[in-house]
């Protein structure tokens, strides 16, 4: 992965049904509310993250 990668991570459904492990997820990468976007360097870390929580979010890659 490239140094200079992001992830520009939105929240596009509702955390509320989603199960306390996944709503924290959406904490730890920085994510408020729906709609809600936040950019995160493309780390392993991050991109397993964003797997967990693939069905409440949108992901783009950007390149820097």
Same mark, same amino acid.
């Given at each position: !992965?490239?140094?200079?990668?992001? +992830? $520009?991570?939105?929240?596009? @459904?509702?955390?509320? =049904?989603? $199960?306390? #492990?996944?709503?924290?997820?959406?904490?730890? +990468?920085?994510?408020?509310? @729906? !709609? &809600?976007?936040? +950019? @995160?360097? #493309?780390?392993? =870390?991050v991109?397993? !993250?964003?797997?967990?929580? @693939? &069905?409440?979010?949108?992901?783009?890659? +950007?390149?820097?």
């Amino acid at each position: !992965m490239a140094q200079n990668k992001q +992830l $520009k991570i939105t929240q596009v @459904r509702s955390s509320i =049904s989603a $199960k306390a #492990d996944q709503q924290a997820t959406l904490v730890g +990468l920085g994510i408020r509310r @729906r !709609m &809600h976007t936040v +950019l @995160r360097e #493309d780390t392993p =870390s991050v991109r397993g !993250m964003v797997r967990k929580v @693939r &069905h409440l979010i949108t992901v783009e890659e +950007l390149n820097g």
